[in-house]
């Protein structure tokens, strides 16, 4: 069976046989927003319990530039406005990681 791109195994051999609990899931980043953004970006994401997670912006290079560890993240969804008007003008990368997940989406810095 294939959910939310998992494969779960029901058997091995005939033996039941279960990789993931039923409950699981993934850190993930909901949204992103403004893209692209001037002054700040929202960004929504998701937590399955209460674990850290840390944003970090890289350039078109593949420099880390900024490093912004998300404070008060808790289980469910959580909501980070990050300052940009400081970050030049182009194309950028974030890099949301939490635990063994990792994340990269881009961003459009006007």
Request: charged share 20%; net charge neutral.
């Amino acid at each position: 069976r294939i959910s939310n791109g998992l494969v779960q195994l029901d058997s091995v051999c005939g033996l039941p046989f279960k990789i993931l609990p039923e409950d699981f899931s993934l850190p993930r980043i909901v949204s992103i927003s403004p893209n692209p953004a001037e002054e700040f970006l929202e960004i929504e994401y998701y937590l399955p319990n209460d674990i850290s997670a840390k944003f970090s912006f890289i350039n078109i290079f593949g420099s880390k530039v900024e490093e912004i560890p998300a404070t008060n993240s808790i289980k469910g969804n959580n909501l980070l406005k990050i300052p940009i008007s400081h970050l030049s003008r182009g194309v950028y990368f974030i890099e949301f990681s939490s635990g063994l997940v990792k994340i990269i989406k881009p961003v459009v810095v006007k």
